[in-house]
């Protein structure tokens, strides 16, 4: 069988975690890179059909003027990373595919979204409607010109800030009727492009806290399309630690007094986060798993502040108050730190790999054995990194001699 | 039915974990402490027949002039621990238990161990027999006079040096013929404690990484007299740690360049453990199961630091370097400080508890499914936290048709 | 000469700072605690005439019901601090200290503030001018009933909310002409206790970051009535590290690019400063020193949280990120984890002391030399801290057989 | 007046310090670096007459296979520093120097020393004066072949163990005769390097614990000679904090109870002091100076781990624990993370410009106001920083009604 094509599509193309995701899927196809970092180079997941590096190709929105080149750039000198041979030897598969880059769309951004755009193209939508046609018309462009078998939609945009309330209660007839009408409807961005991709049978990851696919409506749209989806905000850095400890305290009934987490970074992303709306979904999305895995709620701050000597080097200090025998109160405090994108950027691979594989083995919705990799993950109320890590093997684990009974029936792919 | 009567004989039994245990036993039983760090009272362990805490009478062996009192006033001045009115409300408890203190065992002790003797009456055992002899009358005599059910040993004593190499080669017929010979052995006094025990028919617990009952000859007279027994070295801290935090790593195929542990505390414990040789056996103890954990061999540092001021407030600093995507050096480093003593007396609790359960179940041997309580487990190459737990919690899950009573008369396990 | 008679009068007397500053007093009278932490006793001040612990009698106002034994059993109790037999000896100082407590006064304070106050015979003043006479009423009744040869006034009350700018553009005569007018002006309580002070003729110490006597038309009272006066906001923990570590980076000519200070805290203090007003005070104190120590200003973020846990025990980390050589990044963090109050309690002490000399040597005005002890000194720019102290050593260093000629001419209270 | 020309010689050319310095120098006299971290290079001492980086001219001794570039390469792979633009820039430089360097010498090396040659043509000298016949042949050559106007010998080799303590018995006397004997002799290298240096005229500095001009004999020597010499071990990490914290301790009377200090790195540095005769030097030259600025001597404890994942990037953790009023506990913890070779390099910069002056000045001896720069500073027992700075700032200061160039001809100082 000839090798399939599968097409990347990136939403905010020209970011940190994009570029990252660009040089490293170009630097181990070439054979540069060991593959640290991946979690499908893990032994436990060769069985399965996974596509190798060399089957993506990948194009993507932006909203500001730049190429695939420009992150890379800037994480190399601003935070030094990356080899520059590597940088050199990979340069044209990122020039290659930046031909594929797009006019980004907003609709109805907030300030700190605004700012960031210095495209001059950038559509910026009157309606919900006029967004997601022309997202369609690139992403069925890309996969004619490239001959894809499978194309994947994946957010690595800026942070939103949180979406109203009402989007939560909206059903899909209702979405889609005022969609025709053109009418204005207090959706996010993100959720517009989520609604694209799965309307049109694209899968769609969400690498952050935007709100993109996680509504009920899109899980029902993707239901009705049999497209798989995932979500929702990469697990990188201090909310992993919290998956890993908090349980730990939990099964040693030692009681949580107080969770402290303060974050600093100096990246685009820690800018974008410097906006107290935009920084409101980030803070919700790696605070709320506390509750679920100590089983009450101690008193936890999360804290962000961007500080621009860092660049991409986020680190994170942690103080964690707990209670043991004879109320006796100790501590454990960490610090992180880590290179944010290059944490992030593996994940993105194994994301579309797993999730290309999902929908050829005909599964849709939200797939919730990809909780470990998400800090609020859909379709699961599991946050324990253990028990998240061990759903994903059990499914990896499955043998598809045949495709399963209930895929088998599904709607297959083209 | 009558409640239960089961004796706990603590050997160590004035050091600090010994104290903080039988306080933290009286404490609960009148009710002046919430459960805290007492593992058995999760609600997973609920379903359970375990003994309550007014089943408990405690005897035990020293060496020190002292009784049950003395670690705990220790540690209340000079660490700062338990509230004065509490050890005022225990304080005939733990006098009453007093009474059923003896003069511990010595054989060929090393410096740091001789050091610490000043119970004049403190056997000095010429052979192992000898000493097996005198513990095991004077276990035979507390379950008399007590009228005790069940009794189970638990070593709470100082750390010895590690074992002669040949002991683990011991047949048990070759060692039980020396012991009749009144021959010399190469066995420390934690053998022979752990060999009057289960010879006796006594559950034997291991807080220490003192050889104990690990020893093929010790299972196989374990699994002749049908007794369980479970050990080697409490995980309470920095160990603990990295039992959550390199399955991590390895599940994020995140490569662990290095990992440095640098521990220091105060008390007795720490005072014995600067002398070299019974360090070598913590340090061991502590760092082996990473390459386990892990899959290969980072480099890796343990070291351990009596610091006097620390009392027992062990604080640990861990650095641990990783590489991520395109071999990019990361760093996570924590700050462990918690009273050793009060980590490990709820979990001395738990163990007896849990034991005394087993043998009633009809278990014997070592019980792999306390894997989770200890650096070293016993009869289980499982390091990883999580899925030690779960084996706890599946064994605890097991359902039990027939009440407990029937299974302590059965007497064996398939 | 018999011994001296000072009354020390503690605005928020009853706070943690005032209760261990009287119970200090009263065990260093009574010899039951070394004088570690007391920079007075070091050997470089022991040529002075500074008065001895039981020459100080304690009075003091408050806006909450309670005694000077209050916060005494508060940090024994939540923050392990003191022990048990030392409050006991020192029971019956406190107790009658106590009976020199009056009602605080309060004028405009804001939600935080009033919400603390639970004492039903609190003066809500209608204009500054009521305020100042009744504190003068209170002072003078206590030093007539105690027979005091000194009294000073220490503002040990909870931190207040920034005062207006226009505060700062009075003169004198402008503020003393709509003070006998019965005006209303935007001066904060602690303005109003530190103009009666000085107005009084009583040398007035600021602990904390409220105004105080920091504006110039106050400081023109203290010239003018030849009091001396200290503040401003007492340097114990995260800005006194900065204070010999920021000189560090200047001297070595490392560029400091970023400086994060996160402080986590716990008593009524950090309750207080909750409240976004009133912890904008504090922030500026904590904050502005770097740039003088710098020469430049560095990207800087301080934050301070109420995590109740925490009690008395501040925790303060911080991130230093600075440049080298090449323009090399490295970091320093560190941790201070102290009891706060205790840090206060001594220097509290030190004060009282210098400035009774002080007052007898006949000085008056900002004293700068005690630049050392706070975080925003006044009458100087000085935030070195090893500096600060030389110019201690130095005014210590002094000789004095006979008054200084300016002194001698000065006005002294008897 | 034409520039002047001053030989830079490196004993250890090859080293990261070395090799740092060089590409320093080379970078900035071509203008592509900023002085960040030259202390020579601030406000205070802009006056003095110090030579620029064009001035100087570098050789050196080795006993491994290398030329200064090779440092430079290793840093930039292995520790990610350096812009590659400015190695290529400075390429020529160093070439260009590297033709100066010399085979070194060896005297009885330890093991580690020994391991670390590779270089056939060292000269295993029997007994010292051959080693300083060699050793100033070389020296000679390079200041006849570059008509250097001045040269100044700089240690920056790998450290030795201790010395033995009967050397530093030996008058001067005693030592010119057995030399003459071509006797055995117990001197380290170092000291036969400084030897070499002294005797000739050259000034000399010891960047290292070795002992190199440290004892009596040579500093007899120094003074008849009338050669300026500084030392010994720069203080650029760990140490440097320790000498401004601890004077805060004592300042503030609070009382360090323990000091904990543990140092992982894993450059050669790092792997040479992994021998414990070699590891002696270092750890007593952290260490010594607590006592000495607290007057009191706390438990302490220094350790320097070889983690070799480190690179140049040197980690120390110190743990404090102090008792403040009450005898209350508290701790600070700091981590430090630098770049150690960046850190060393600019220092060396700045004292061979700094004892270039002094010789030009006239001074001689070991130069005690060069305190700041070292661990265990010569000539004085001043170990807090601010202080020691403040050494160098009045010496700065100090005028020089004649021009420099007088004073260098004028021989003494008075
Ligand atoms: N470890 C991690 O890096 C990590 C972890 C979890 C989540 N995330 C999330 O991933 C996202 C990307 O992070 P990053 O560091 O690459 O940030 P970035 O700012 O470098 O990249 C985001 C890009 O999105 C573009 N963009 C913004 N709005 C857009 C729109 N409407 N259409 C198209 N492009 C748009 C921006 O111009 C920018 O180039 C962020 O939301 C971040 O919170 C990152
Ligand atoms: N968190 C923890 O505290 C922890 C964790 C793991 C393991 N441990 C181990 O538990 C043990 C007890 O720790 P501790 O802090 O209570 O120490 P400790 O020194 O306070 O108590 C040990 C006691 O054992 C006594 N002893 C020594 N040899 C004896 C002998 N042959 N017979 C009878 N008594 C003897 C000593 O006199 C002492 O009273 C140590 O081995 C320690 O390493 C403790
Ligand atoms: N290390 C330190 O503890 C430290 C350091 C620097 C500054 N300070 C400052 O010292 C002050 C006291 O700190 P604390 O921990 O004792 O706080 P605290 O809250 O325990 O005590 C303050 C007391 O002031 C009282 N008060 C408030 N307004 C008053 C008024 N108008 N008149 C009379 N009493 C009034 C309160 O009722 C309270 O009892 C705070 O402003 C704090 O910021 C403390
Ligand atoms: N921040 C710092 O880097 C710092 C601080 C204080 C002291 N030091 C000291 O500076 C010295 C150099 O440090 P480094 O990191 O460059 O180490 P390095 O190992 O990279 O360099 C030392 C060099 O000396 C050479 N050498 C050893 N013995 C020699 C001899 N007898 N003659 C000639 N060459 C010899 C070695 O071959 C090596 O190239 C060490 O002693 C170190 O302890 C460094
Ligand atoms: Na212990
Ligand atoms: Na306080």
Known sequence: MAQRRIGLWLIGACGSVAGAT????????????????LVTALEAFAPLDLDGPSSFVVGGHEVRQADLLTPVWELHQRSRVFDRAVIEACRSDLEQW??????????????ALQALRDRPDVLLARHPQEAITAVQDDLRRFQDQEQLDQL?????????????????????????????RKAELPLPASTLYAYAALEGGWPYVNLTPSLGASLPALEELARQRRVPHAGQDLKTGETLLKSVLAPLFARRHLRVLSWVGHNILGNRDGWVLNDPENKASKVKSKDALLSSLLGYKPQSLVSIEYVESLDDWKTAWDHIHFEGFFGTKMTLQFTWQGCDSLLAAPLVLDLVRLVALAQRRGEYGALPYLASFFKSPLATSLHDFAQQFALLEQWAAQQHPNPPAAAASSAAQS
């Open 98 to 111: 930046s031909r594929h880059l797009r006019r980004g769309i907003l609709y109805r951004p907030n300030a």
């Open 152 to 180: 994947l939609v994946v957010n690595a945009a800026s942070t939103e800030p949180p979406a109203a309330w009402e989007v939560r209660q909206l059903s899909l007839t209702a979405l889609q009727e005022a969609l025709e």
């Open 22 to 37: 660009c040089l490293g899927l170009s630097a181990w196809a070439r054979g540069l890179i060991p593959t640290t970092g």
